[in-house]
Every structure is written in C-alpha cells, then in structure tokens.
C-alpha cells in the first residue's frame, strides 16, 4: 500500500517542433493521497527540472513511468521480444509497437536521457517503460472502464487546457506505474529479453494482462 507522501512521476517525450505539440514533453507528479500536477516542457533538462522543484529535500521518488524504449536487444533490426510478443497477442497494436530502429530519435534519446537522469539523482527509484496509446486502448475496451476512478481521470485530464495529450500520457504513465507497484503481480514484459542491455539499470515494462483487476479500486 502506497502512503501519502509515495511520489510516481511520468514523462513523455516531445517530438518534432513543427508537430502540434511544438516539441513538448508532458510532466507528471503523483502522490499516494490522490494529488497530481501535470505540465509541458521543453526537453529532459527542463522536465528534470520541473520534478526536482516538487519533490521536497530528503524525498525521492520510488518509481517513473516513461513512455519511451529503456531497454534495447541486439538482434537483427533491433528487435525486441516485448515489442513482438505484444504485437502477436495484442495485433490492433501492430502499428504502434513498432521495432526500436523504427521509433521517432526524440524519443528513444530523450526517454533513455530521463531515464539516466532520475537513477542519477535518486538511485533507488523504479523505472518503469510504459506505451499510453495501447494501454490506454486496452483499458478503454474493458467493460469495468466506465465508471472507474480512471475514467474518471482520464476526463480531467482530457480537459487539460495546454497539451492534454502529452500531459495525459505522462499522467498515464505515472498511474499505471503507481498501479503496479501498489497492485496485484504485474506481467514483466522487459522479463522476456534477461540479457537485454539497459543503460540506465534495471527497468521494468509492466503490461496489463487482465484490464479489469487494475481498474477495480
């Protein structure tokens, strides 16, 4: 059981410039009493900057959803065994799971970049890879989603005046990793590659097997 004072944070690397979202990074805080603040940023600097102006001296964090790749495989293409096993389980994702040589360079280098960061500065902290858009897809299309305490969430943070779809996948990413370190047994997908290299240490990649055991409360 999480205590009040548990901080989860949530990052989700920006793009291109002249996308939408001008480059911005969504930045997510949680507490264990339920508290969130969210924002947009620009780059790691400015994001790791944002968390270390909420997380009062002597705290830290005990864990970070990061929705960017925090392991890599060697294999031919870079291929990774998580990314191909949920593709085969999970095909209406084939689009957005894509092989790590295929994924957009902001993310993969400024999702690695927060993620050395954070074991920089709070070695202790679980880093956590997570995928908003599939998670999010997942957890809409089971039918305990309506009237869940995410729901509910995810409305508020839909209605976020200033880069909601950043913000929400930050704020995902931070939900679903506080959703497992404080739920039942999560299924590692980072389990499926043991000589994985992940250069930021040890990183998990929890995947939702069973949607409706996370909504319940």
């Given at each position: ?26 930045v997510?805080?949680m ?34 959803g990061?929705a ?7 294999s ?39 993620a ?12 956590n ?15 305990g ?14 209605a ?27 299924h ?30």
């Amino acid at each position: 059981m999480m205590s009040q004072t548990t901080i989860i944070l949530g990052f989700q690397p920006g793009g291109r410039a002249g996308n939408q979202g001008r480059g911005r990074s969504g930045v997510a805080l949680m507490l264990g009493d339920g508290a969130v603040e969210s924002d947009v940023v620009r780059g790691v600097d400015e994001a790791f900057a944002w968390f270390r102006a909420r997380i009062p001296d002597g705290a830290a964090p005990v864990g970070a959803g990061i929705a960017a790749p925090l392991f890599w495989e060697t294999s031919a293409g870079g291929a990774r065994r998580a990314d191909t096993w949920l593709r085969r389980a999970r095909p209406e994702f084939a689009r957005a799971i894509r092989p790590l040589n295929a994924v957009m360079g902001a993310t993969v280098m400024q999702g690695m970049a927060m993620a050395l960061r954070l074991r920089a500065a709070w070695p202790a902290i679980g880093l956590n890879e997570t995928r908003p858009g599939p998670l999010m897809a997942t957890f809409r299309a089971d039918p305990g989603f309506v009237g869940s305490a995410l729901a509910v969430s995810v409305a508020q943070w839909s209605a976020l005046n200033e880069g909601a779809e950043d913000r929400s996948a930050a704020l995902l990413s931070a939900w679903w990793t506080a959703r497992c370190l404080d739920g039942p047994a999560p299924h590692d997908l980072a389990l499926l590659a043991p000589k994985a290299l992940m250069p930021a240490g040890q990183a998990t990649s929890f995947w939702p097997l069973e949607p409706a055991r996370w909504l319940a409360a």
